[in-house]
């Protein structure tokens, strides 16, 4: 099969603590798998299919590559509590230590994707999550139900007809709700290398309405429908 000319990016699926935060690290394996994309190395198992792919084994808990470098928030790009505002460290760490993760972790995974998009070789990137299917505490919808699919291009990040194309080639696989720019409207990756070429975010509920390989047969679905019918 020919591989779909996109680029996919994952940056939430990794599990591992970095040696330079182990002995500080608090975390369990359970709290940390918690704050990732759980599923999300499953589902977007396509590196096969598609012309570049980029992602990461780190945890999100430890370097969150959907961060700006200078958001140091709590929930930030190296965080200090989870998203269920679990401790992450045993003690404050040192800004010598932070920029070590930055420069190790997060920079490397954003010169990827600078490049390849500066390259002018595909029409668009996608960058691929999932999310809880009920809001989070620091999430934008604390409590709140989510949609089985959530497609994000705020601030402009691809064409309207694209993500509206997008949202029709989901919503025929799918019985249930599949939103534009709600609850998500797009992170730090879409919207720091949307000047680069088009981008959308795209969320998906863990839920189980789905397996998650029957997930990942869908993704793959939309993505070869909306690619057979845009580009």
């Known amino acids: 099969m020919k591989k779909l000319p996109l680029v996919i990016s994952v940056p939430h699926a990794g599990l591992r603590v970095p040696a330079e935060v182990t002995d500080v690290c608090s975390l369990s394996a359970q709290e940390i798998a918690d704050d990732g994309d759980g599923g999300a190395a499953e589902i977007y198992s396509i590196q096969a299919e598609v012309e570049a792919f ?46 070590g993760l930055l420069g190790a972790y997060h ?30 505490p620091v999430g934008p919808d604390h409590g ?37 720019n709600d609850p998500f409207r797009g992170g730090y990756i879409t ?13 998906i509920s863990r839920a189980p309405f789905m397996t998650n390989h029957g997930k990942c047969q869908m993704v793959l679905t939309a993505f070869s429908n909306w690619v057979n019918s845009h580009l």
């Open 107 to 136: 920079a490397p995974y954003h010169d990827q994707l600078s490049e390849l998009g500066r390259s002018g070789r595909w029409p668009l990137g996608v960058d691929c999550h999932t999310m809880a299917a009920n809001g989070p």
């Open 191 to 203: 919207r720091s290398h949307g000047a680069e070429m088009p981008w959308m975010q795209l969320e």
């Open 144 to 180: 709140k139900e989510r949609p089985w699919i959530c497609l994000s291009n705020g601030h402009g990040t691809c064409p309207p007809t694209w993500i509206d194309g997008m949202r029709a080639c989901f919503a025929e696989l799918l019985d249930g709700p599949v939103n534009i």
């Open 54 to 99: 980029v992602t990461t084994d780190v945890a999100r808990a430890i370097v969150d590559m959907n961060r700006a470098p200078d958001d140091r928030r709590p929930d930030g790009v190296v965080k200090i509590h989870t998203c269920w505002n679990v401790p992450v460290y045993r003690r404050p760490l040192r800004e010598s230590e932070v920029e």
